[in-house]
């Protein structure tokens, strides 16, 4: 009969133990509920809780882009931050089992030297469109890697359209056969906007008073979504601005915009989004 040795005895035990002690994290891990999902925007989450998410079938994202730029004189530069921070959570609230990337601030804002566009006013903080498709594509190989299966781009900044389309049509295409689809989810922006005024014209508004860029649909929207974000208030831009001789950033006329108008615009924008959104997914289960 061998004679164990104390080194082979104390080996064998702590072997029986891990063993023991493994069995019974494995038997608690499936006997244990599953701890509810409290939180679904990424940033406020640990890694624990992203990985529980996910195991509880969270496995689409919502990856928002926003945008830093001159608003006029009256809202912040953080406007598309904001709007987007809004109706992100609104759609991952309706989608169910969905988890919110950060938002990405940084989008292609127009040419640096010389300046164009916003990129005229002080304080519009832009990046090439290679680096905002850059930035999308890691985001969304990250997501992939941590076993999200729905990745979808959502840009409240008409700059980012294309090169978001760009790398989510490649994407989607690459990952499709790995059962991965990615969405530039473009009716937000360009079918949300379009029914946006038409239902500022229902309420009896004028392409003039509904202008575009930081016209009335973003400062009602604002005052809904972020109110200390606008204030009537603020300096007055320079006296040519003041004289119509050159622009101050702004449109149409804002000072018709309210809070309650500025909550069913952002109900229809929202509602645009998760069109599209469903279609994709209709399909994607269809396939």
């Not at 891990?29 to 509810?36: D, E, K, R, V």
């Amino acid at each position: 009969m061998p004679i164990l040795t104390p080194f082979r005895c104390s080996r064998r035990a702590v072997l029986t133990a891990g063993t023991l002690l493994g069995f019974g994290i494995l038997t608690l891990q499936h006997s244990w509920p599953a701890p509810l999902v409290r939180r679904i925007a990424m940033a406020d989450m640990t890694w624990v809780e992203v990985r529980q998410a996910l195991d509880q079938g969270y496995t689409t994202a919502l990856v928002p882009s926003g945008g830093l730029e001159q608003n006029g004189p009256y809202l912040a530069i953080g406007k598309h931050d904001s709007l987007v921070a809004w109706t992100a959570q609104r759609i991952a609230e309706a989608l169910g089992h969905t988890l919110i990337a950060p938002v990405v601030s940084y989008v292609p804002q127009g040419n640096f030297d010389p300046p164009t566009g916003n990129l005229v006013f002080p304080g519009t903080l832009g990046v090439s469109e290679e680096a905002y498709a850059g930035t999308l594509e890691g985001i969304a190989r990250s997501l992939k890697a941590h076993g999200f299966r729905t990745i979808l781009f959502i840009a409240d900044h008409g700059g980012a359209l294309a090169p978001q389309q760009q790398v989510a049509a490649r994407l989607d295409r690459d990952w499709a056969a790995q059962g991965v689809r990615v969405l530039s989810v473009d009716d937000y922006y360009v079918a949300g906007n379009r029914a946006q005024a038409l239902w500022l014209e229902a309420q009896g508004e004028t392409p003039a008073t509904i202008g575009g860029h930081a016209g009335l649909a973003d400062h009602a929207s604002l005052m809904a979504a972020a109110p200390e974000r606008v204030d009537f208030a603020r300096p007055t831009p320079p006296l040519l601005a003041r004289l119509g001789l050159t622009s101050d950033g702004s449109s149409g006329d804002p000072r018709r915009a309210t809070a309650e108008r500025g909550r069913a615009l952002l109900d229809i924008q929202v509602e645009a989004g998760l069109a599209q959104i469903r279609r994709f997914t209709a399909t994607k289960q269809g396939s």
